[in-house]
């Protein structure tokens, strides 16, 4: 069962593609052998992945033929193409708010970087052989995958940019089809692709996530490395389940079945023998945003170096040994999850960064390749050289523990300005609860100014980030306008509102750029005028006056700089504009006009 639905402003031959797969669903039957279906992985015995067309296309096909396998549009991505989910539920059911209430759903994400492609061929034969009976169906989980997300970076083939990758013969490229690398958009959501997962992720509410990706670094034994996500981050028993019972069984089965699979390698350009620390998944990659939902999330890492063939393979047998898993624990993951978000409400403070805890750490028995340090023939300077006729066997320390650095006191809630549309969208598209104000009222709020950060001197993802954001706050009575919205903290949603409104957190959207007009000044002075009135407030300011005396004499730099004096003395006037660094989002400590 399918549907599918195309823009019409397409060239003849993409329209004569898309006749030709209609024409196809007019038939009904149902094959009994995987030599029916077979993938172009398979037809080019390991060599090459399927492109997008031949993607659709044998999904289509499988929908067609089983009533198991669902497949649907959901919306638009940059490339103009619309992007598809694939269900597959042995019990024929597709309404998602029906199957929540038996049966566990597992959310299986490809192709987001199109030239890491394993995850696209794996799933496709795991579909495949799933329907045709070559592996049992479970009983208790239903697999949604979105079978290429990257369309546009799928679409823009070739066989070069991946420098260091053995195979495919060719492949997609990392951007999308505006060059937006869409592993840093999920917060600041600047694709439609991103945009259309907000769609799909709270249509589905999966339990668990996998994101299939191949890694960039360093030379070792493993064919597989996974990344899940963080799990003191993740907190409480959601994350003990995580580390302490799915990860290990993870492991345990695919070594059982004689697969190598380690955490992910987090070095660059150094020996991992050294020792590492787990990945953080902040909210701007899939399995961190996926995280702020209380899903189990995780990122697959085939190894580059690694044939594709061997890759592929590899990507397939962790996916069957996640659906062995989450069939076996499938009830307590769904009750884990509903405690989280239950637990969450209760919740007095919430951690806005992370640091590594260097007390802790697990030792992980890692098998390498010896690596050494050479004279480089291309600069002449030291290189980093691993040989294979080498392999070793090594306990190496893997601090996989961080501690907040930072928390703030949760609010009721927060109070965000009209106007700020871009931001609202996003509230929507992710389904947050919210009330619009229908009369002016007012609010007792916590109050923040912006009193320091930095930025990225070069462009980031279509931005220039901030970081090491300091703020300082104020209590105060204040009155809010009809049209301005109620935001309020005890939702599903939680998380997601305080990573992304606390200026301080990693990807807020004050980070992420969404607030800067508020840090230009619109108003100044002409220091000739201002020189008269400066004066006079010194005499007439006491406080004012030892103030300023004082910042004279701690900064040097200051006492020097006759126009930072008077721009300070400027802004402790009645003539400095109030909304210069003030964050227009507030903190709702209560609503006195009730």
């Not at 546009?152 to 089809?177: C, D, E, V, W």
């Not at 899939?286 to 061997?310: A, D, F, I």
Request: charged share 25%.
């Amino acid at each position: 069962m399918y549907f599918i639905l195309y823009p019409l402003k397409k060239p003849i031959w993409q329209i004569a593609w898309i006749a030709s797969l209609f024409l196809v669903s007019c038939e009904t039957n149902t094959p009994d052998n995987t030599e029916s279906f077979p993938t172009h992985f398979e037809l080019s015995e390991g060599k090459e992945t399927a492109t997008y067309f031949e993607t659709i296309d044998f999904y289509v096909r499988l929908a067609k033929d089983f009533p198991e396998v669902n497949m649907q549009t959901i919306g638009e991505t940059d490339s103009g193409y619309p992007l598809h989910i694939i269900t597959y539920n042995p019990e024929g059911d597709f309404n998602f708010p029906k199957i929540r209430n038996d049966k566990s759903i597992l959310l299986i994400n490809n192709g987001i970087h199109p030239g890491e492609s394993d995850g696209i061929d794996a799933t496709m034969l795991l579909y495949r052989d799933l329907v045709t009976g070559k592996i049992n169906s479970p009983k208790n989980t239903v697999l949604v995958t979105i079978p290429i997300f990257n369309i546009g970076g799928s679409l823009n083939r070739n066989s070069t940019t991946r420098a260091n990758q053995n195979g495919p013969k060719s492949y997609g490229f990392r951007g999308n089809a505006l060059n937006y690398d869409l592993n840093r958009d999920f917060i600041k959501g600047d694709t439609e692709n991103v945009r259309t997962f907000y769609k799909i992720f709270h249509l589905i509410k999966p339990d668990v996530f996998i994101d299939n990706h191949v890694s960039n670094g360093a030379d070792y034994q493993y064919t597989l490395t996974h990344l899940f996500t963080q799990h003191n981050k993740l907190g409480g028993e959601l994350g003990h389940f995580v580390n302490d019972i799915m990860m290990p069984a993870l492991e345990n089965g695919l070594m059982e079945d004689n697969m190598l699979i380690t955490p992910y390698v987090n070095v660059f350009n150094a020996p991992p023998e050294i020792g590492f620390s787990q990945f953080m998944d902040y909210p701007r990659y899939s399995t961190g945003y996926t995280t702020l939902w209380n899903t189990l999330g995780m990122m697959v890492e085939t190894h580059m170096l690694k044939p594709y063939r061997q890759r592929v393979e590899g990507t397939y047998a962790l996916m069957q040994k996640m659906i062995e898993i989450v069939e076996t624990d499938h009830q307590k993951i769904k009750l884990l999850r509903t405690e989280a978000n239950h637990l969450q409400k209760q919740l007095r403070y919430y951690p806005v960064s992370w640091e590594v805890d260097t007390t802790k750490s697990t030792t992980i028995s890692f098998k390498g390749f010896k690596a050494d340090t050479l004279t480089s023939e291309v600069t002449g300077l030291p290189r980093l050289k691993y040989d294979r006729s080498k392999p070793f066997t090594k306990k190496i320390q893997y601090q996989n523990f961080f501690k907040p650095k930072d928390s703030v006191k949760i609010p009721k809630g927060y109070l965000l300005k009209k106007g700020w549309t871009k931001v609202i969208s996003l509230l929507d598209l992710n389904e947050i609860d919210y009330r619009v104000l229908q009369k002016d009222s007012v609010f007792r709020v916590e109050s923040y100014r912006i009193e320091d950060y930095q930025t990225v001197k070069s462009p980031y993802e279509g931005h220039y980030p901030h970081y090491k954001t300091q703020v300082s706050s104020t209590q105060r009575e204040q009155q809010f306008e009809q049209g301005d919205l109620f935001i309020p903290i005890a939702q599903y949603g939680m998380r997601y509102l305080l990573e992304t409104l606390e200026p301080q957190a990693h990807d807020s959207f004050f980070n992420w750029n969404f607030f800067d007009p508020i840090l230009q000044q619109k108003e100044g002075f002409s220091p000739y005028v201002f020189e008269d009135e400066a004066l006079q407030l010194l005499k007439e300011n006491e406080n004012l006056r030892n103030r300023f005396e004082h910042k004279k004499t701690i900064e040097p730099e200051f006492s020097k700089d006759w126009y930072a004096q008077l721009d300070w003395l400027f802004k402790q006037s009645e003539h400095y504009e109030a909304s210069h660094m003030q964050y227009p989002v507030y903190r709702v400590i209560k609503n006195t006009s009730e």
